[in-house]
């Protein structure tokens, strides 16, 4: 299975943009559809966007829509979360997950590797 890698999280003002990104381990990253997840203190994991293998479809959970935009780039073997217009509740950690053949992508049960996550803090 592809290992995954977050990074770019970190403390930014509400309203302010941060790009999260999201690395395969090698080059099998290009057959994988990837979610990206959150988890706030308390609540169970959300999902937050879906792209599949070939970049051509995205999906995104209705409290991101409009704000998130989700891209690839296969050569590189890495996804990328462009998050604009932050608001404290989108205060969590992120996790992006691998999926090998496409199935209920707002599961979390439906992904077969999970990075270890990024924490992103959206402050007033």
């Known amino acids: 299975q592809v290992q995954l890698v977050e990074s770019g999280g970190g403390l930014v003002q509400a309203g302010a943009s941060r790009r999260l990104s999201c690395a395969g381990s090698d080059s099998s990253f290009s057959i994988y559809n990837i979610g990206w997840f959150r988890q706030a203190p308390g609540k169970e994991r959300e999902f937050v966007a879906y792209?599949?293998?070939?970049?051509?479809?995205?999906d995104y959970a209705d409290f991101v829509k409009g704000r998130f935009t989700m891209s690839r780039n296969n050569a590189e073997n890495t996804v990328f979360l462009q998050m604009n217009s932050l608001k404290p509740e989108d205060t969590a950690m992120y996790y992006c997950?691998?999926?090998?053949?496409?199935?209920?992508?707002?599961?979390?049960?439906?992904?077969?590797?999970w990075g270890q996550g990024t924490q992103v803090t959206v402050s007033l």
């Open positions: 997950a691998a999926q090998a053949r496409e199935s209920n992508y707002y599961e979390t049960g439906s992904y077969d590797s």
């Open positions: 792209i599949n293998w070939g970049g051509a479809r995205t």
